[in-house]
């Protein structure tokens, strides 16, 4: 069943300090149901590292986390749907109940590219690995061919090389057990030759470094 956007009411809405707690409460409960186990130790830890020593960063803090809660609150009630619902959004099509990725445009992937572009030029990696063939003819180029040129190494602007290979959602879809070992097995291949690779380029770095002293 299709959630429906609930469109707040202006005069329903309390003010004051009531229509404070009324925007924050949504949000609250939501950052509330974040704290994993995992969130929880880090907490503990953090207390029994430092104890009151950072109590002063609340002042900081807590404007942006009210900041933050009220919009969470506030775009659970516009959209019907939680944050990461609203975030995470991605194109598909429906194949009876399940929902099938659906591949990019290629106006879609030109408009992303330059947000691309910005990461890998501040990671500076020394490898990108494609998973997929949306990925790699975003990253490599139109023309290539990812079954046919899947775990070759390309020169690349920003990084010493790029390579593609298949996505992993593509192993699960093989249509038996047979199948699906080989293509894991060669998913694992693939990545062996980057670890490969990874290894060769870094001794050609350790090389350059000592000749240069």
């Known amino acids: ?11 329903a809405r309390p ?5 404070f707690f009324a925007d924050l409460g949504p949000g609250l409960i939501t950052g509330c149901a974040d704290d994993d186990p995992s969130g929880i ?7 029994a590292l430092f104890g009151y020593s950072f109590l002063w960063s609340a002042l900081l803090s807590f404007p942006l986390m009210v900041t933050l809660q009220t919009m969470c609150g506030r775009l659970g009630l516009v959209t019907g749907r939680g944050l990461a619902g609203v975030v995470k959004h991605f194109k598909f099509e429906h194949r009876g109940k399940r929902r099938i990725h659906k591949k990019p445009s290629n106006s879609e992937i030109v408009a992303c590219k330059p947000w691309l ?14 998973l997929g063939a949306t990925a790699a003819q975003a990253v490599i180029g139109k023309n290539h061919r990812l079954l046919e040129e899947r775990g070759n190494f390309f020169p690349h602007a920003i990084a010493k ?7 992993p959602s593509s192993i699960l879809r093989a ?18 030759g980057v670890r ?10 350790t090389k350059s470094h000592a000749a240069d002293r």
Request: proline share 6%.
């Open 15 to 19: 003010k004051g300090i009531e229509g």
């Open 41 to 47: 130790s880090t907490y503990s830890m953090a207390g």
């Open 175 to 192: 249509i038996d057990s047979g199948r699906r070992r080989q293509a894991y097995r060669s998913f694992v291949d693939d990545l062996k």
């Open 117 to 130: 572009e910005a990461e890998l030029a501040f990671i500076q990696p020394e490898i990108i690995v494609c």
């Open 161 to 167: 090389s790029v390579m593609a290979t298949v996505h």
């Open 196 to 205: 490969r690779e990874l290894s060769r380029t870094q001794i050609g770095r």
């Open 1 to 11: 069943m299709k959630r429906r956007p609930i469109k707040p009411s202006p005069a």
